[in-house]
């Protein structure tokens, strides 16, 4: 298995403008994360999913940040407008099942600069 | 509110010392643990994981961690570091059904030639 895509790998922005990040969650499993990693703040996670159902959006930090999954083997988490501190690695998980025991795979991240 | 902390944000070492990082969970029920690792520029990925069982657990490259329910505590620890250990490590906790991840603050570690 290819493991869990982001794509970008980079994005750097104007700030303002809309940015769209893609996950693609491992074949099969059932639970997706989004995570935020900065230095002030550490790995944040954003929002899950189960069967492709938003489970918990708390940490979304404000309106400006949505986060879809159409389907089982597609995410997306957008910010409309950019900010600067906006400024982050961004990383998608998936696991197999909702299961407090489940190990979470990583991608390799969506590293985005907005200036 | 639960929370994960790892006592130390920064550590320097030679090759073949020995290494531990702290880190204590504040929940009072049942936990899942885990350390993930993260090398320059790649994605974080599982080192060991603790469910239940033997508190000492081995996890990949040597390392090894101990649950102590007493202290909240799951200290990572591995004998002989080598370079290829420079790294961040996270201590992550999962407390819901969700397996929603609470991960520490991280330690960098740097290990010398």
Redesign the interface.
Known sequence: DAG?IQSPRHEVTEMGQEVTLRCKPISGHN?L?WYRQTMMR??E?LI?F?NNVP??DSGMPEDRFSAKMPNASFSTLKIQPSEPRDSAVY?C?S?PN???????Y????TRLSVL | AQSVSQHNHHVILSEAASLELGCNYSYGGTV?L?W?VQYPG?????LL?Y?SGDPLVKGIKGFEAEFIKSKFSFNLRKPSVQWSDTAEY?CAV?????????????TQVVVTP
């Open positions: 869990v639970s994360f550490g790995l996670l899950y189960n489970i918990d990383f998980a696991s909702r299961e407090a025991k489940n190990i979470q990583f991608g390799a991240g | 899942n885990f993930y790649q994605h974080l990925q599982l994981k469910f996270f999962t407390t819901d059904s969700w397996g929603k991840l609470q991960f520490g603050s991280g």
